[in-house]
C-alpha cells in the first residue's frame, strides 16, 4: 500500500513568494551597503581634500541638483513602477507602450526645462552667488536630466523585475566617484588642491556612466521589445488622466520628504554667512545616515509582505511584522548610532579636524535617527494598504514643522538649530505614525486568517 502526500497549490505558491522576497530583500541590501560603503569613502576623501569651504560647495550644489531633480520627474517614477507591473500583468501591452512612451517624453521636456531654467538663475546671479559656488552649480545643473531620466529608467526596470539591473547603479557610482577623486587628489599637487568645481565634474561623470549604463539595460529590457511598434493604437484619455492624478501625488510625497528631511543643507547654505558651516552639517549628516541604512534596507524587504497580508486578510500576521520590524529598526539603529558618536575622533581623523565643531551636530542627526527608528517600518503599511492620503498629511504635518524651527533656531543656535529641528521632526513622524496605525482597518480587526480577500482602497482620486 503506498501513501500520497499532496502539497497544496496555494501553500507552494506562498513559499515560492516568499523566497522570492527574500532573495530580492537580499540583493537589494547587498546593493545598498554596497553603494553606503562606496559613498562614505567618496564623501571622506572629497571631505578631507575640499577642506569645510569646498567641500560646503559641492554639497550645496549637489543639494540643489537632487532638490530640483524631483520636480524633474514629476512623479514619473513611482508612477512607472505601479502601471507598468498592473498592465504587464494583465497584459495590455497597449498600455504599456503608452505610458513608456508618454514617461519618456514627459521626462525628456520636464528634466530639460528644469535644467535650463536652474543653469539660467545660476548664470544671471553669477557675481552675487559667487564664483566657486556658481561653477559648481552648473555641473549640477546638467546633471539634474541625467539623475531624473536614470531614475524613472529604474523605476521601470524594478517595475519588470528587473531588481539588479535597476539598483546596480546605486551601488557604482558612488565607487566610479571614491576612485577618481582618490586618483585625482593624490595626482593633485599641493600647490594646486582639488578644487570643489572638479569634484563636481568628478561627480558628473559618475553619474553619466551610470545613466549610460542602466539606458543599455533599459533598451534591452523586454519592455521595450515591443512598445514602439504599437503607437498607433488609441489610448483612453481617462487613462492618461489617472496617471496624471497619481503623478502629481507622488510628486507631492516627494517634495514633502524633501522639507521632511533634506532641505537642511540648502537652508544653511542661504541662512549663514559662512559657507563651512554648510559642509560641516553635509558631513555630519553623511555618517549620521549610516545608522539608518539598515531601517532603509528592512523597509524594501518588508513594504510588499505588508501589501500581500492586508490583501489576504490575515492582520494578525501584519500587526506581528509590524512589531518584529520595529525591533529590528530599533536593535540596528541604536548600537550603530552610538558607535558612531564613540567613534567621533576616528572621524575627525578621517574627515580632518576642521569638522570636529560639528561633533555636536552630529550628535543631535544621530538621536533624530534613534527616536525615527522606533516608529520601524510603520509607514509603508499605511503607504501600502491604500492610506496614502494619512501618509501625505503626517509627511506635510513634519515638513512644516522641519522648515518653520529650522528657521527659528538657526539663527541663535547655529548649525545645532538644525539638529533641534531634526529631532522634533522624529518626534512628530514617530507619534503620528503610530497614532496612524492605531486607526488603522487592520488594528481595529481581529481575524487570524480571513477567506475574504479585503478590496484595497486608494485615498488617491482616481
Known amino acids: 500500500m503506498s501513501a500520497t502526500c499532496s502539497v497544496p497549490v496555494s501553500a507552494t505558491r506562498t513559499t515560492r513568494r516568499a523566497a522570492s522576497v527574500t532573495r530580492s530583500g537580499a540583493i537589494a541590501l547587498s546593493i545598498r551597503v554596497l553603494g553606503a560603503g562606496g559613498l562614505l ?13 569646498g567641500f560646503a560647495e559641492y554639497s550645496l550644489a549637489f543639494a540643489w541638483a537632487q532638490i530640483l531633480c524631483v520636480f524633474a520627474k514629476l512623479g514619473i517614477d513611482n508612477t512607472v513602477l505601479r502601471y507598468i507591473a498592473e498592465y504587464t500583468a494583465k497584459n ?6 503608452a505610458i513608456i512612451r508618454d514617461s519618456t517624453f514627459a521626462s525628456v521636456i520636464a528634466a530639460g526645462l528644469v535644467s535650463l531654467g536652474f543653469s539660467a538663475v545660476v548664470l544671471t546671479y553669477w557675481n552675487t552667488i559667487g564664483v566657486k559656488l556658481a561653477s559648481c552649480m552648473l555641473p549640477a545643473a546638467a546633471m539634474i536630466p541625467l539623475l531624473s531620466i536614470r531614475q524613472i529608467q529604474e523605476a521601470s526596470l524594478r517595475s519588470a523585475g528587473r531588481l539588479f539591473e535597476s539598483q546596480i547603479s546605486t551601488a557604482l557610482w558612488p565607487v566610479i566617484l571614491f576612485v577618481l577623486a582618490g586618483a585625482t587628489w593624490w595626482l593633485s599637487s599641493p600647490a594646486k588642491p582639488l578644487s570643489s568645481s572638479t569634484a563636481m565634474m568628478l561627480h558628473l561623470v559618475s553619474i553619466l556612466s ?17 512598445p514602439w511598434r504599437m503607437n498607433g493604437q488609441a489610448i483612453d484619455d481617462a487613462d492618461r488622466l489617472a496617471w496624471a492624478r497619481v503623478a502629481i501625488a507622488f510628486l507631492a510625497a516627494e517634495i514633502l520628504v524633501v522639507l521632511k528631511s533634506r532641505i537642511s543643507i540648502a537652508i544653511a547654505g542661504a541662512t549663514l554667512v559662512a559657507h563651512e558651516s554648510a559642509g560641516l552639517y553635509s558631513a555630519m549628516e553623511r555618517f549620521a545616515d549610516v545608522s539608518i541604512l539598515g531601517s532603509q534596507s528592512l523597509g524594501l524587504v518588508i513594504a510588499p509582505q505588508f501589501a500581500s497580508l492586508y490583501a489576504a486578510g490575515r492582520f494578525t500576521e501584519m500587526r506581528r511584522l509590524v512589531v518584529q520590524g520595529q525591533a529590528l529598526c530599533v536593535a540596528f539603529t541604536l548600537p550603530v548610532a552610538v558607535g558612531v558618536a564613540c567613534f567621533g575622533d576616528t572621524i575627525f581623523t578621517l574627515i580632518g579636524r576642521d569638522y570636529q565643531p560639528g561633533y555636536h551636530v552630529l550628535i543631535a542627526l544621530l538621536i533624530s535617527a534613534c527616536i525615527a527608528s522606533f516608529s520601524g517600518t510603520s509607514a509603508y503599511v499605511l503607504q501600502m494598504t491604500g492610506r496614502e492620503r494619512t501618509l501625505l498629511a503626517i509627511m506635510g504635518l513634519c515638513a512644516v514643522v522641519n522648515v518653520a524651527i529650522s528657521f527659528l533656531l538657526i539663527r541663535p543656535y547655529g548649525l545645532l538649530g538644525l539638529g533641534f529641528a531634526q529631532i522634533a521632526t522624529s518626534l512628530v513622524w514617530t507619534i503620528a505614525v503610530s497614532v496612524s496605525l492605531q486607526q488603522h482597518p487592520a488594528w481595529q480587526s481581529t481575524p487570524e486568517i480571513s477567506t475574504r480577500t479585503p478590496e484595497i482602497k486608494s485615498e488617491v482620486p482616481q
Open 41 to 53: 569613502l567618496s564623501h571622506i576623501v572629497l571631505a578631507r581634500s575640499l577642506g569645510p569651504a
Open 210 to 226: 551610470m545613466s549610460a549604463l542602466v539606458l543599455y539595460f533599459f533598451l534591452r529590457s523586454p519592455l521595450l521589445r515591443s
Open 92 to 97: 495590455e501591452l497597449n498600455k504599456r507602450a
